[in-house]
């Protein structure tokens, strides 16, 4: 991002002046107090909206200038777990995870070998028939991350993954999320919960009030989260 502002109408500045990188592979924390503009952050990164001033670029891509055609093909490269994304209580784990490459046409054969795959990486194969209604928080949680990278995106945007989740299962989320990111999804994820950042030891990127105001890989890491 160079130079990103993002304002809304109300004349409220959710990003001021963001300057950032990430690179391919990495994993990084977004944290900040609420409000301060991590949600908005993410969601110009899949065009969930547009900057008001600056540049988003996503592998090469000033996502600006990309044509409304091609927002679908940025957008399959792109997993999201946000808590707004609701799950389809109407089908069962299988056909949630399924259901980007029924949408996209693909062979039965192949959904069944890459939803099986992704169903024993994610530890969820034993309630895939399940209804969502009748899994925990926990593994609500998963399968949207199942959902989120059945297509092997290059980028995972996770926002508060691991909110009202207990301490076990939330760091069980997070040695998910590493799998992931190790093997080859670059990671960005929104949280407020301290203790879980800590312990990752990753790069940690502290949003205030719209802007950076922290950054561990420049080590101007100074505040808890
Ligand atoms: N669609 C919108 N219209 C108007 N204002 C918005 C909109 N989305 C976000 N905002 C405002 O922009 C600011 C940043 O919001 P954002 O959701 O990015 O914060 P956040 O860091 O994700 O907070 P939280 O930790 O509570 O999730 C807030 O003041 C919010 O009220
Ligand atoms: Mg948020």
Request: proline fraction near 4%.
């Given at each position: 991002m160079f130079h990103v502002f993002k304002a809304f109408p109300n004349n409220i500045q959710a990003l001021r002046?963001?300057?950032?990188?990430?690179?391919?592979?990495?994993?990084?924390?977004?944290?900040?107090?609420?409000?301060?503009?991590?949600?908005?952050?993410?969601?110009?990164?899949y065009r969930g909206m547009l900057p008001t001033k600056g540049q988003v670029i996503v592998d090469g891509v000033n996502l600006a200038r990309l044509k409304p055609s091609l927002i679908p093909y940025l957008r399959r490269e792109i997993g999201i777990v946000f808590q707004d994304f609701k799950l389809l209580y109407d089908r069962n784990v299988f056909e949630n995870v399924a259901f980007s490459l029924r949408?996209?046409?693909?062979?039965?054969?192949?959904?069944?070998?890459?939803?099986?795959?992704?169903?024993?990486?994610?530890?969820?194969?034993?309630?895939?028939?399940?209804?969502?209604?009748?899994?925990?928080?926990?593994?609500?949680?998963?399968?949207?991350?199942?959902?989120?990278?059945?297509?092997?995106?290059?980028?995972?945007?996770?926002?508060?993954?691991?909110?009202?989740?207990?301490?076990?299962?939330?760091?069980?989320?997070?040695?998910?999320?590493?799998?992931?990111?190790?093997?080859?999804?670059?990671?960005?994820?929104?949280?407020?919960?301290?203790?879980?950042?800590?312990?990752a030891q990753k790069r940690v990127v502290r949003i205030e009030n719209g802007q950076v105001t922290s950054d561990t890989l420049k080590g101007i890491y100074s505040k808890s989260c």
């Open positions: 002046d963001i300057n950032i990188h990430i690179r391919k592979g990495e994993f990084v924390f977004l944290v900040g107090p609420t409000g301060a503009g991590k949600t908005t952050f993410l969601k110009l990164i949408v996209v046409g693909t062979k039965n054969s192949i959904i069944k070998k890459e939803v099986n795959d992704t169903l024993n990486l994610i530890g969820l194969s034993h309630k895939k028939n399940a209804n969502p209604h009748r899994l925990s928080g926990g593994e609500q949680q998963k399968l949207c991350i199942a959902r989120a990278v059945i297509s092997h995106p290059m980028i995972l945007l996770t926002d508060e993954p691991t909110g009202n989740l207990d301490p076990e299962t939330s760091w069980e989320i997070m040695q998910l999320l590493f799998k992931i990111n190790i093997w080859g999804t670059t990671v960005i994820m929104a949280s407020h919960d301290k203790l879980m950042v800590d312990r």
